[in-house]
């Protein structure tokens, strides 16, 4: 499941790079328009991606701000990795540790009441160890 974030999709990605390359890891950066992949190579395997999302449509403004009450842009990290590979799961739950540690507040400030309560248990849930 993704994680939300309402930071920008570049400074997701510069937080994300500066963290991979803190902890030492071995990487290509893809990019795309609206993603940008860290394919980690080492000291595991796994696949960050980071995209940003479209703003959803709601026939209610009080609804549609209770559920995504995005003030600003709402971006997407979704860690990819092989579900039997434990280093994989052990390392990429240090990379959520730091971008979590590294951002100036927690990316699921500005985001809706209701998306904020879940991206955050998702964010410290990954954070202790990816599920």
Same mark, same amino acid.
């Given at each position: ?75 997407? #990290? +979704?860690?990819?990795?092989? %579900? ?8 990429? *739950?240090?990379?959520? /540790? @730091?971008? #979590? +540690?590294?951002?100036?507040? %927690? ?8 998306? *904020?309560?879940?991206? /955050? @248990? ?10």
């Amino acid at each position: 499941m993704p994680l939300k974030s309402s930071y920008l999709v570049s400074e997701l990605v510069s937080v994300t790079e500066t963290c991979l390359r803190q902890l030492e890891f071995k990487f290509v950066r893809n990019e795309t328009k609206g993603m940008v992949e860290f394919d980690v190579t080492e000291p595991a395997t796994f696949l960050v991606r980071i995209t940003q999302l479209q703003e959803l449509e709601h026939p209610s403004p009080i609804f549609g701000l209770l559920l995504t009450g995005r003030q600003s842009a709402c971006t997407d #990290l +979704s860690v990819v990795l092989d %579900p039997i590979e434990v280093a994989a799961r052990i390392r990429a *739950s240090e990379l959520i /540790k @730091a971008i #979590l +540690s590294s951002l100036q507040e %927690p990316p699921w400030k500005g985001l809706g009441v209701i998306e *904020s309560l879940t991206s /955050k @248990a998702l964010w410290t849930r990954y954070a202790r160890g990816l599920e």
